[in-house]
């Protein structure tokens, strides 16, 4: 074969394959980005407390019947150093009324139960008013509890009991007497 003859075909052939092949141009690859995205949750702080039963008969004896008081909690723990039960009559002279007249708080007497450190053992007339408890015809705080480094959770519950007695209804008229026992939780 003549060697311009091969030159010519080698031509071709080269020709024909830059035309078929698609030519990449030579440029930079991309190289890796990265970006960061800050997260955040938030947990609002929070304070609840219920009470069971709703309606309570209260007794000549005390502690014979109880209500059942859970509180539970959720603190960031700044600027918290105590968190309190309290309980309290309508008033202090009339924390009963019906048709016979009214029943003093100080005749009532409160029996309370509660695993936190501050509650009132044993017996206690409802006519006291003690720590940040609120003005009027308190029982004795159920529990005060202070926050502190080592021993009190931040987020937990409690369930207490209170019970209430008429131990003495000797000169009361007959018949039926209601009022309220509010509940009162709080932290400072």
């Not at 690859?29 to 949750?41: K, N």
């Not at 008013?129 to 509890?145: D, H, K, L, R, Y």
């Not at 008429?166 to 509940?183: I, K």
């Amino acid at each position: 074969m003549n060697i311009s003859r091969m030159r010519s075909s080698l031509i071709f052939v080269l020709a024909t394959l830059m035309v078929a092949l698609p030519v990449q141009p030579l440029s930079a690859q991309p190289g890796a980005a990265t970006t960061r995205v800050s997260l955040s949750y938030s947990v609002g702080e929070s304070l609840t407390i219920s009470a069971t039963p709703s309606t309570y008969a209260i007794s000549s004896s005390v502690g014979s019947n109880l209500i059942s008081v859970t509180t539970a909690w959720n603190f960031s723990g700044v600027g918290e150093h105590t968190l309190e039960l309290d309980a309290w009559l309508g008033s202090a002279s009339a924390a009963l009324s019906g048709s016979g007249g009214n029943i003093a708080s100080a005749s009532i007497f409160a029996t309370e139960a509660t695993n936190l450190q501050g509650g009132t053992p044993g017996p206690s007339a409802c006519t006291s008013t003690a720590g940040s408890s609120p003005a009027g015809a308190a029982c004795p705080p159920i529990f005060v509890e202070p926050f502190t480094a080592s021993g009190f959770v931040l987020n937990g519950s409690n369930t207490s009991t209170i019970g209430l007695a008429l131990p003495n209804s000797s000169g009361l008229a007959a018949g039926s007497y209601t009022g309220t026992l509010t509940l009162y939780a709080q932290v400072y």
